[in-house]
């Protein structure tokens, strides 16, 4: 099984878009997917159409210990593990020595033995559930946008990739940094780009070859609560996020 967390503690680069609709592609793929909100935002959970009021969810499964129940069947293939607004307080409840090993422990439960793919959708921080997340991963992807900040930060989050493996998770690789939201070329972009294979360097990975175009038609989809593909599966993105379930495919992680 593969374990694949989409990382940057950066709002904004497209890690929502990017677990739900790889989730999705992969599903319709005739992959066993279980996508996993670790936010507390819900971003994931709310475009998946399931709730995370009245149900169990991930603040159950890391803080109570509690499998029981917390998978919610989808109505797009996967399942999910709903986020919580109340993980917000996880660094404070999990700041124990071992809690950065409480989500791999949890997914060893041969209740999660069945899936083929585990897409984890990671929280904007640097804090204990980014860490968890990247304990229980075999990979890590990196969505990056191409704005005047994109470098900004990437320092701290190679840092805490290679602490994990250095310390709680030597299996881990860092399979990609993907450019999200790629807009018509300016001679901003361009220079930013020109610099990502350095970030990626920083995080002992190389840039992917597939990028994800910016539309209209994310935005859309995310307002109307539709996957990206039920939404139109012919629009730029569309096409691009297919190009790199190819690709991830073709190099093992999906
Ligand atoms: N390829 C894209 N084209 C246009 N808008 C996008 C694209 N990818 C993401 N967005 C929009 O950008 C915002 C941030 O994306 P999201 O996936 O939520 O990022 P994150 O989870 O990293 O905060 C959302 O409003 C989303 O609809
Ligand atoms: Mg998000």
Known sequence: MNILAIANQKGGVGKTTTSCTLAYIAANDGKRVLLIDADAQCNS???????????????????????????QHTNF??????????????????????????LKEQLENERFASYDLIIIDTPPALGTLLMASLTAASHVLVPMTADRYAAQGINRLARSVADTQKYTNPNLTCCGVLLTRKARPTKLSQK???????????LGTTVLEVAIRETVRVREAQAAREPLMEWDNTCTAAQDYQMLYVELKSKGVL
């Open 77 to 102: 293939g996967y399942d999910i593990i709903a986020g919580d607004p109340l993980l917000r307080d996880a660094d404070k409840l999990l700041s124990g020595f071992a809690d950065v090993f409480v």
């Open 45 to 71: 959970t709310d475009t998946s159409r399931v709730n995370s009021d009245g149900v169990s969810t991930l603040y159950d499964l890391l803080i109570n210990k509690d499998s029981t129940d917390c998978i």
């Open 192 to 202: 930013i780009e020109t610099g990502l294979p350095e970030l990626a360097e920083q």
